[in-house]
Structures are given as C-alpha cells and as structure tokens.
C-alpha cells in the first residue's frame, strides 16, 4: 500500500490550514464538484491552479488570505514552492520504485543516476555546458572546422581551382560578361561554390557531427529540463531548447520543428527569436573562427547577442498576451553514443543542409552577376555606403551587407574574404559580426517563415529585424568609442 506523501513543514502547515477552511470554502465556491481529496485541492491552490484560481476570483478577501498564505509559506522554504512540492514527489516515487524493483547493474545505474542529477541541476549543470560549448563549438566547431578546414579548402580553390576556372573559361568563352558569370571575383564557381563547399559546408559538417554526439548521448532534453525556468523568462518552455540548439546548426530546419511546441505563442516567440539571434552554423561557425584570435572580442560578441535574445524575448513575451505551455518530455537514459548513428545523423543533414544551400548560393552569384551587369549592384552598394560609414566600417564592408540580404550565412563568408584581405580591425569586425547576425533571415527561413507562421506575421518580422539590426550596430559602434574600447 502506498503511503502519503509527507511534504516539508511549512507546506503540510498550509494545507492544514486550507483543510480547516474547506466547509466554507467548498460550499461558497463549488470546489465540492471537483473529483479531487480536500489535500489535493489544497496542494493545487497552493501551486496556483489557474481553474481554481479563476473560480477563487469571485472574493476578493480570500485571495489575499490565500496569497498571504502562500507567502508566509514560501519564505519559511528554501527553494520555490512548487519546485518544493515536485521534488517531494519525486523523492516519493523513487523511493517507491526502489522498494519494488531489482537492479541487476546497480554500480552502473548509480552512476547514470549520478549524471542525470549532474546534467539537469543548474549549479552542476551550467558548468558542464560550459564545457561543451569550449571543446564542441569553440575548439571542434569554431578552431577546427571554422579555421583549419575552412583554412585548407579555401586555400586549396584560391591556388588550385579558381585559377584554372578563369584560364578555362578565358579559352573558352570569348566574352567577359559570359567569363564573369561563371569566373572572376563574383562567378558561380570562384564564388558561390566555392563559399557553399570551402566556407559553408566544414563548418556545417563539424556541428551536425558534435550535434549528433550530444542528441544519440541523451544530453539534449535534460538541457531542455536544466534551461525550463530561463526560458519562461522569454514566453517559451524547456522544450524550445531542441528547435534553438538545432537553429545553431539550421535556422530553416529549426523554424520547421517550432511545430512540436504547445501553443501558437510559443511557435510565434521560437521563430521570431530565431530569425532574430540564432545564427546557422555557417554563420556562427566563421564567426567564431574570425574571432578566435580574439577572445575578448568573441565573448562580447556571444554576450552581445546572448543579450539581445533574452532582453527581447522578455519584452516579446510580455507584449504577446497568453502563458507559456506546460513542460513535459520523455527523458531518455544517457549512453555512449554508437558512431553508426552519429555518422548516419550527420551524412542526412549534411546533404539536406549542402542541398538547400547550394542553388541558393549559385542563384546569389547570378543575381550579383545581373546586378553588376546592369548597375544595379553599384546602386545598391552606394545607397548602403552611408549606413556601413555609420557603423564605424570601411566602404569596401556594404557589399557583405548585400550577401547578407541573401543569406546571412554568405555575408559571413564575404566578411570571411575581408577579413583575410586584412581590411578591418578588431572592433569593425565585432560589429560586422553583430549586424550580421541580427540580419534578415536567409531566402530559405524566409520562404518557412511564410509558410508557418503567415505572410502578415513574416512582413512584421523583417521590417522589425532589418533596421533593428543596423541600430544595434550603431549603438555598439558609439558604445567602443566612448570607452575607448580596442579589440
């Protein structure tokens, strides 16, 4: 027989205290048609269950005895109340579930056990995060894939294939629009492949490999379980973690799976915010590589937009009327990841992501190629001339601002190829760095945005990100000047 759960002191005091109130209560609220012990109701108004509270509302007077109650209660108690009443009944149910079953590998499962309540406690839990984020997108992501690699096959195109593409296609074709659609500084080849194969696709590879290790290891729902409360701070449950951490890799994929969260304001909150903060792989992975050679500048970077992502989630969340879904998910047991699944993981991403960002590369190119070809490209480039000025930059920075308009994740490749020209110092590529991230989504988010979430909705968003983005490059540009700041 199953015994009653015994709560803390204070909290078996409160429900005493609601218990002898029942009669009253019961009768004037019609509690009594609940199917539910006096216990339980009292535990339920004691976690502020909204069907009772509402219920409650007709008298003014017992909510403020109820709330006063609840505050008394909570200030004799060392963590939120109903963390207080969860962690009570968990306790109970492992207690239960240790009397009544036989642990054949008990020296393995404690050890399990241990890394879960390791993983999912925050004190515990942000350091082992922190860990990752050093070795898996810093060090594997960022220095290895983002440096060396890229480093490698990009060296290998400028010495190897972009000259042999130009003398081809100089033999060859004998007229020079013909030649620079295909070669030279902006052709198809020597620019749009080879950003989507030397720029894009090592970065991409490195992440949905360390992506995979942490999904087949079971890390990533009790990082969705340990970051619940941050996230209710942005309107969005432990369960937008996934659809985040996945937009770090893809934006387009991530704003596709929004559609497991629970309610319509969490799926207009996740793909507002990822539009907004998260950069795709491509994007964030060279970003880091431009910056590892600075740390300072990198972490004030990932402060900046770590900021920005909390700071207008908070205010979106507060804007949008409604509460954020209730968090629930299946929590599976950690193990070793087995490399067949990791590697399958990484090859079907790979393709999809290389697939989609491909054409959309060579289509970039062409329209640069027409733009150039009617001067419309130099129009364009002029009128942005003032707003690269005012963000601190050099005027050789507005044509990254265009790749950006295509995709963000080839603006990062153009500031990529500046950056090794040696044309901006540590400062402008912060800010660079900064207004490329909080650009406009890539064509291919775009065109999702429209399909998930409206075209009304998607209007609202670009015309909000697009000038939001080049204001908070203003102001940080303004900001480094007035401290003195030099990176």
Request: proline content about 5%; some cysteine.
């Amino acid at each position: 027989m199953i015994s009653q759960v015994i709560y803390p002191e204070p909290i078996e005091a409160a429900i005493a205290q609601l218990e002898s109130w029942w009669q009253t209560l019961g009768n004037r609220y019609l509690f009594h048609n609940y199917s539910l012990s006096p216990r339980s109701l009292a535990l339920l108004l004691l976690q502020k269950d909204p069907g009772l509270w509402q219920i409650l509302q007709q008298d003014q007077e017992q909510c403020r005895h109820l709330e006063v109650l609840i505050t008394v209660t909570q200030n004799q108690l060392h963590q939120p109340l109903g963390l207080a009443i969860a962690n009570t009944r968990q306790s109970q149910a492992r207690t239960i579930e240790r009397s009544v079953l036989h642990e054949t590998r008990e020296a393995r499962s404690s050890i399990t056990e241990t890394l879960h309540q390791l993983t999912v406690n925050p004190i515990t839990g942000f350091p082992i995060l922190v860990v990752i984020l050093y070795y898996g997108v810093y060090k594997f992501v960022g220095e290895f894939g983002a440096g060396e690699l890229v480093d490698r096959i990009e060296s290998f195109f400028e010495v190897q294939i972009n000259p042999l593409v130009n003398q081809i296609t100089a033999q060859i074709i004998p007229w020079r629009p013909i030649q620079d659609l295909i070669a030279h500084d902006y052709g198809i080849i020597t620019l749009g492949i080879r950003y989507a194969t030397a720029i894009v696709l090592p970065v991409v590879a490195t992440y949905f490999l360390m992506f995979s290790l942490l999904e087949d290891s079971g890390y990533l729902p009790r990082l969705s379980l340990m970051l619940d409360r941050l996230f209710k701070s942005v309107g969005l449950s432990g369960r937008a973690v996934i659809p985040m951490v996945l937009g770090l890799g893809c934006d387009t994929m991530a704003t596709i799976v929004t559609r497991t969260l629970e309610t319509r304001r969490e799926r207009l909150i996740a793909t507002f915010l990822l539009s907004l903060a998260i950069p795709c792989a491509a994007q964030w992975g060279v970003i880091v590589g431009l910056l590892a050679q600075k740390p300072a500048a990198l972490l004030f970077w990932g402060g900046f937009i770590t900021a920005i992502f909390l700071v207008v989630g908070y205010l979106t969340a507060r804007l949008l009327p409604g509460t954020s879904g209730r968090f629930y998910m299946e929590i599976p047991p950690l193990r070793l990841p087995k490399l067949r699944n990791v590697f399958t993981k990484t090859w079907v991403r790979m393709k999809w992501y290389f697939l989609e960002v491909l054409p959309l590369f060579i289509w970039a190119s062409v329209l640069i190629w027409v733009g150039r070809l009617t001067g419309l490209f130099d129009v364009i480039i002029r009128a942005i001339e003032p707003l690269t000025l005012a963000l601190g930059m050099p005027k050789q920075a507005a044509p990254i601002f265009l790749y950006g308009f295509f995709r963000r994740d080839y603006g990062a490749a153009g500031l990529f190829d500046l950056q090794q020209q040696g044309s901006l110092t540590g400062n402008q590529l912060v800010i660079a760095a900064i207004v490329l991230t909080l650009f406009l989504p890539c064509i291919a988010q775009l065109q999702m945005l429209i399909k998930e979430r409206g075209t009304k909705t998607t209007l609202a968003i670009v015309l909000f990100i697009f000038p939001f983005a080049f204001l908070m490059g203003y102001v940080v540009n303004l900001g480094l000047i007035l401290f003195g700041v030099n990176f």
